[in-house]
């Protein structure tokens, strides 16, 4: 059989993937052992609750007795080693869970002690920003520990978490969007045994986003109290329509319940119109999806890296995230990727990415996105603020195979306009 081109590669970009692919087999197939590791813990999981069809019925209104929701957030306490769980689509998104675990944890005159350097920029609003509600007016403190050369700074950390007024330490999982390294659980357990010898009482929480199912191990299961993320990253498993998730000490997951509806209601109310059967189809996915959206990001760091850019994490490294840094030094080749990208999207293929004013961004942001969930970033992304050194960072796709025919598009680009290697 004559096979067809459908994309239009040129046999250059044919070779480059297949030389890349070949190269990094072994490194697929530790993700693979990851994902099946996980997968099977999901339907553990699904078999010790009697998952069944009756719980993707939903309800309407209040949302009194969901059964569906009720065992989906026991389910997550399970998958996370937690005594309890809240997976709401009333979070709008991953900030909004965070910031109900935030306020849920500390009083006013509590400080929060970040040790990975400042918050993801959303976050930073809720924690100091000057906007009427956030937590700097009610009256919490903050102070942060800085990252040292991309890593934690342990002993730092011993100093500043010993203080009284500590009622929170807080650490962010995943590179987020800033030039640092991703966190191990390893390496966060670590962190958690430093701040438990020193100031027992502290309230331990992650920022999860982007790492769920990226290892075996979540952070609550090496000494997190708390930990929260979005559900249309990794653990939605490209499926879910919005929402998010908190699990942890049944006290921190209920005072965040009080805070996502009304306190004394909590998680008692809170309907689910029918979406439990994505939830739960998501999170059954979620593992897999994982795991294709890790290998869309290591053939990218390959890739690119054999037209001659810099790539962070390097295609051999272990993962922590779904996230790919790509430098390339100048608007240009910046531009033609994300064009590429796009041109691989299931949705809005047609259309061209152009650097614009973000509220909040100094420098024109250029975003490549056609996603089936407006922003899920589980899906095949990229963005980049244009300014030196021109990173760009990508993340996403639900499968391996259309995550690398947007990488293969990239590279096709990048070498037709001649800014490669
Ligand atoms: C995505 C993300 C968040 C939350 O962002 P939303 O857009 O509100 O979902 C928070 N922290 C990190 C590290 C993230 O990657």
Known sequence: MKKENFLGLSERVVELGKQAEQYLTPYFSRIDEIAD????????????????????????????DDHGRDTLEEIYADLFGTEAGLVRLGFVNGTHALSCALFGALEPGDVMLSVTSAPYDTLLNTVTGDCPGSMKRYGIGYRQVDLKDGRLDLEAIEKAAAADDVKMVFLQRSRGYAVRQTLSCAEIGEACAVVRRVNP???????????EFTEELEPT?????????????????????????????????ERAAYRLTAPGIGGECGCTMGQNRLLYQGLFLAPHVTAQAIKTAVFCAKVMQLLGFTVDPAPEAPRYDIIQTIAFGAPDPLRRFCEGIQAGAPVDSFVTPEPWAMPGYDDPVIMAAGAFVQGASIELSADAPMREPYVCYMQGGLTYPSGKAGILLAAEKLIQSGLCK
Not at 240 to 253: F, H, N
């Open 201 to 211: 009482n502290a309230v331990i929480m992650v920022d999860n986003c982007y790492g």
């Open 221 to 253: 299961r090496v000494g997190a109290d708390m930990c929260a993320g979005s559900l249309i990253k990794n653990p939605g498993g490209g499926l879910a329509l919005t929402g998010g998730y908190i699990v942890g000490r049944k006290d921190l997951v």
């Open 37 to 64: 590791y996980n997968t099977q813990k999901v339907l553990a999981a699904f078999r010790a609750h009697r998952v069944s069809d009756t719980m993707f019925a939903g309800t309407t209104g209040y949302g009194y």
